[in-house]
């Protein structure tokens, strides 16, 4: 199973079995039948069981434990067969009642007195005999849910490696003798089933295409010696204290989505081999680093490193006082922190911009003369040195690329990015130059949205809750009156927007840096247009059913073009709105949107103490501008250029060359929601992958975001023309 991977995204695989699991419950009650006329009971004859608690167990075919999916069980009949460990021919009774609680499996029924076992079961519960139950049911969907992943099933929280039992089916009902937590009886009891005629060895003889009747008594002896090996590593000994029963396993190529019991032994014998040949490639290396210590070596064994891990800290406890790595002259051991700075400085990042997330000895390191002008070439000679190599030959060939990428390689697989590594350094200065470039970017949507934040990509809906009703005189004796609550609901749902840069098999022999930097500047200024684009071309989508005379938030006419008179008319409009109870809703507004060829007049109308109101032909009259700075303009080409495009090539539907609108402060009253991903509102490079094949690089920026309208009432519209 893979436990990790370059992007750390959840590791997740479904397969389709036919294994049958064995879950432990127990026993509730059992009813004493009763006595007849000489005054004699035969004892118990219904009994109650939690069938299965709902936890995790461990079977013998599986590596992790294993929970069933209650609400993926499947129970075809109400009444079931109640068996003595899981044999069909040793019947106990049925169950006349079954419950799935989505939480556990609770059945009762009858303990029948016609079979030996059903007497056996009756006559020891009579004596108080603690019998437990549990569940035999075939596996039709099985997940495993990877180490860390915290996963939620019967109402509880399991955290990976595990393995849950999406979808089984309940065939049968087992009374067990062993208890939850008798790890000792478990022992004697998975004993047991290895000793005389057992029905999972002659299964394992078949699917390994053996006839038991045709084997010799010494030919037997040798094939139950291998199976009795390969059943011990198995899980006998379960931790949960339930015995590895043999599942009732159907015959591997009967079903197309079976996984039978010959597949399972094969993929044991590949697991040990894979594990006898990592143990070997460690004692190799033993051998070849004698100096780094048996404790080393030990450690790798013992927390299953990889071979390529064992060599790397091996390399590092076999050369205690390895030489330090000299760049351009500087003659102390560079950090990763100083490398990246040093780089960034080279190619000409702002200081302030380079200086982020990194301490200031990494800095001061950094700005040494012996190393300014570090370039990539440089940084790719850190990576091989700091893995314990060292290349000599031409900076611009295959070879020292090749070189770099096996150091990478190294390092990656022995402590991630938290060394030199090429792909954190890199990561880090792309990730710096796109956030510079998305933040120099003049996006005006920041000032009439309001951001939320979402834990993740399923739609949401926000709710504002307003009361109906209000205070009213108080007559003699009377009661006050009462108020209601009404909601309005918003919706809106992340998408995510992505791309990918590069650093090329050119770039690297070129030393060339700069243009690797210069497409992630290029992908931040990208990613502050699409939300802008997106913004306005949601706003404009909506406009003509957004506002509208009904809803009192929209102004026509040759008087509503923006100037002294229009802006007043829409003053006026805004403050007349009222609210669910016909009351004012008392918020005045804040900011001018227009289109950038009314960016003048309303700059006039923001900053001008007075302006010039009608013309003759001799002279012109000024009065006093009442609305000099009030509303703050904000000018967008979105609203007016029809030179611009969507995505697809398509004009901007409800462009408009004199609409404009007064909007209020979208903290107290938003027009428009933007929702991101966990509040993260600027793109991020999230990862590398190393593909020596092309002898590239590359990083994915991604950009998680949605956008909504709100509240009508939040602003009013100006058609700015008849």
Same mark, same amino acid.
């Given at each position: ?81 109640? *068996? ?24 009762? #029924? ?10 056996? $079961?009756?006559? *020891?519960?009579?004596? /108080? ?53 008798? &790890? ?45 090996? @390969? ?10 204290? &339930? ?56 450690? =790798? ?10 060599? *790397? ?14 760049? #351009? ?8 922190? +100083? ?21 200031? @000895? ?20 850190? $990576?091989?040195?700091?893995? #314990? ?7 611009? +060939? ?10 990478? &390689? ?10 030199? +590594? ?26 009439? $949205? ?53 650093? !090329? ?17 290029? *992908? ?71 289109? !950038? ?22 002279? #012109? ?21 029809? =030179?611009?495009? !969507? ?34 509102? !600027? ?28 509240? /009508? ?10």
């Amino acid at each position: 199973m893979s436990k990790w991977n370059p992007l750390n995204w959840v590791f997740a695989k479904s397969v389709e079995l036919e294994h049958a699991i064995q879950a432990t419950g127990e026993l509730i009650d059992f009813v004493v039948e009763a006595a007849d006329s000489e005054g004699k009971s035969e004892g118990p004859k219904a009994f109650k069981m939690v069938a299965y608690t709902g936890e995790p167990v461990r079977q013998w075919w599986l590596d992790e434990p294993v929970v069933v999916d209650l609400q993926g069980m499947q129970i075809d009949k109400k009444s079931r067969p109640m *068996l003595r460990d899981h044999r069909t021919d040793q019947i106990v009774g049925h169950s006349t009642k079954i419950e799935n609680t989505g939480k556990e499996l609770l059945i009762e #029924g009858i303990v029948s007195s016609a079979t030996e076992h059903g007497r056996e $079961v009756r006559d *020891l519960a009579k004596d /108080k005999f603690p019998w437990q139950a549990s569940i035999g049911a075939p596996i039709r969907k099985l997940e495993f849910i990877g180490e860390g992943t915290t996963v939620v099933v019967n109402g509880r929280e399991f955290t990976g490696p595990i393995y849950v039992a999406r979808q089984t089916i309940l065939k049968e009902t087992s009374f067990v003798a062993l208890g939850a937590d008798d &790890n000792t009886s478990a022992k004697v009891a998975a004993q047991q089933l290895l000793e005389g005629s057992d029905p999972m060895f002659e299964a394992w003889l078949k699917a390994n295409g053996f006839d038991e009747k045709t084997l010799t008594d010494a030919g037997r002896k040798v094939l139950k010696a291998q199976f009795d090996a @390969e059943f011990a590593g198995k899980g006998g000994d379960n931790s949960n204290g &339930n015995v590895a029963v043999p599942p009732a396993v159907k015959a591997a190529g009967t079903d197309g989505a079976s996984l039978g019991i010959d597949d399972e032994i094969k993929a044991g014998r590949q697991r040990r081999a894979a594990e006898a040949r990592r143990v070997g490639a460690i004692q190799a290396l033993a051998e070849k680093y004698p100096r780094a210590g048996a404790e080393i070596f030990a450690k =790798a064994i013992e927390e299953d490193w990889t071979a390529e891990k064992c060599e *790397l800290e091996a390399m590092r406890a076999d050369r205690p006082h390895a030489p330090a790595v000299h760049t #351009g002259g500087l003659n102390a051991k560079i950090t990763a922190g +100083s490398v990246e700075f040093a780089l960034a400085m080279s190619y000409g990042m702002d200081e302030k911009v380079a200086a982020k997330s990194l301490s200031k @000895e990494d800095c001061d390191k950094g700005s040494d003369k012996a190393v300014r002008g570090m370039s990539l070439h440089a940084l790719m000679d850190c $990576v091989i040195a700091a893995s #314990g190599g060292h290349f000599v030959g031409n900076r611009k +060939s295959k070879d020292f690329i090749e070189a770099a990428f096996t150091a990478e &390689n190294r390092i990656q697989a022995a402590s991630g990015y938290s060394t030199m +590594s090429m792909a954190g350094v890199l990561g880090n200065l792309a990730n710096k130059s796109l956030l510079a470039a998305y933040e120099s970017q003049e996006i005006v949507h920041p000032e009439i $949205v309001k951001f939320y934040s979402h834990n993740d990509f399923k739609p949401q809906t926000r709710y504002r809750v307003t009361t109906m009703g209000g205070l009213k005189k108080l007559g003699p004796g009377g009661e006050p009156a009462s108020i209601g609550l009404k909601e309005a609901s918003y919706s809106s749902k992340l998408e995510t927007e992505a791309a990918y840069i590069a650093l !090329t098999r050119q770039m690297m022999i070129d030393d060339d840096l700069g243009v690797f930097l210069d497409l992630a500047a290029r *992908l931040g200024i990208l990613s502050a247009i699409k939300v802008e684009e997106t913004v306005f071309i949601t706003f404009l989508a909506n406009l003509a059913t957004f506002f509208t005379s009904g809803n009192k938030n929209y102004i026509s006419g040759a008087s509503t073009v923006l100037d002294m008179v229009g802006l007043a008319k829409g003053v006026e409009t805004f403050a007349n709105q009222v609210d669910e109870n016909n009351k004012p809703i008392l918020v005045s507004p804040k900011i001018l949107l227009c289109g !950038t060829n009314n960016k003048v007049a309303a700059d006039d109308l923001y900053k001008g103490d007075k302006v010039d109101a009608t013309t003759t032909a001799d002279h #012109g009259k000024i009065v006093r501008n009442p609305h000099v700075g009030l509303y703050k303009p904000v000018a967008t080409p979105y609203l007016n250029n029809t =030179a611009l495009l !969507t995505d697809n090539g398509d004009a901007i539907t409800g462009q408009t060359q004199t609409g404009w609108g007064l909007f209020a402060s979208p903290q107290t009253m938003p027009v428009i929601g933007v929702a991101t991903l966990n509040g993260k509102r !600027t793109p991020t490079i999230e990862s590398a992958q190393m593909e020596f094949q092309s002898l590239g690089m590359k990083w994915a920026a991604f950009l998680d975001f949605g956008v909504g309208m709100e509240d /009508k009432r939040g602003a009013v519209w100006s058609k700015g023309a008849a």
